[in-house]
């Protein structure tokens, strides 16, 4: 059986980082449950990007303590186990889709029949055969995605993965997130639109760095009386400020 701090992928203790003069992160305290999506938002340079990389330990942090599926972020053994897509596309642009997915799938050792599979579930089935080079900035993004996926990872850390996506496959990705969550992946994306953040099962709200409140969209509408999940943010965002002043 798990014991209680097994049943996190994600646990930040006192969380302090350091970029340039700034103090990107100032104690952050969270946890992940396994098979959850949880949803980090807040304004621009607020440190959401930072938490990420403290995660996929691609961070020097300050202080603190970060331990992903029960190791030390970073640790070696969690390479094949995490899968991080930042919001700049990582792949190979003279390659086509499927080259780029299958050698994503060799390098995690995963059968060639999972790549057909992955390309599908972004949708791009469509353009294969298609080269990296030739794509557009979303689709781009959505192979990215599916390197990161085709790993099978345990925790997938997402920046922003639905920006610039039409409706449709917008809710097309997040029917597969839904599907690996219920699998017992654990999601964890950044988002700045609201009306993702509702179809997360927890959110973490960050301002300058600092963690203002990790909470269900439903709690947060309850504690603000807020029906609207931006006007939500804003209020708890005003309401704590005052209370901190
Ligand atoms: N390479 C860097 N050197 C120095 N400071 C940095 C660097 N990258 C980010 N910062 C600073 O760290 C803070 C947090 O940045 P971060 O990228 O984590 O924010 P973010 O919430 O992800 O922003 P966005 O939503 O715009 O992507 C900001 O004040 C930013 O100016």
């Not at 990215?144 to 409706?167: F, H, I, K, Q, R």
């Not at 807020?226 to 901190?244: C, G, K, V, W």
Request: aromatic share 4%; hydrophobic share 40%.
């Amino acid at each position: 059986m798990n014991s209680p701090s097994n049943s996190f992928a994600v646990d930040v203790r006192g969380l302090s980082v350091r970029r340039g003069p700034h103090l990107a992160l100032d104690n952050v305290d969270f946890t992940a449950q396994r098979g959850s999506i949880t949803g980090l938002l807040g304004p621009s340079g607020c440190g959401k990007t930072t938490l990420m990389r403290s995660i996929v330990g691609s961070q020097i942090v300050e202080s603190g303590t970060v331990t992903v599926l029960g190791l030390p972020a970073g640790t070696a053994e969690l390479r094949r186990k995490v899968g991080y897509v930042t919001q700049s596309a990582s792949v190979y642009p003279d390659l086509t889709v499927t080259a780029n997915v299958a050698y994503f799938a060799s390098l995690y050792g995963r059968p060639r029949s999972t790549v057909s599979a992955t390309i599908e579930a972004v949708g791009l089935t469509s353009h294969a055969r298609t080269r990296a080079d030739e794509l557009s900035g979303g689709q781009l993004g959505r192979v990215s995605l599916a390197c990161a996926l085709v790993g099978d990872p345990e925790l997938l850390v997402l920046d922003e993965p639905t920006v610039g996506l039409d409706p449709l496959l917008r809710v097309e990705l997040w029917e597969h997130f839904r599907s690996l969550a219920r699998r017992g992946v654990t999601v964890l994306m950044s988002s700045h639109v609201m009306d993702e953040a509702d179809r997360c099962d927890d959110l973490l709200l960050l301002r300058e760095g600092r963690l203002v409140a990790q909470l269900t969209p439903a709690k947060l509408r309850e504690q603000t009386g807020e029906a609207f999940l931006e006007d939500a943010f804003l209020r708890l965002i005003r309401t704590r400020t005052e209370a901190q002043s």
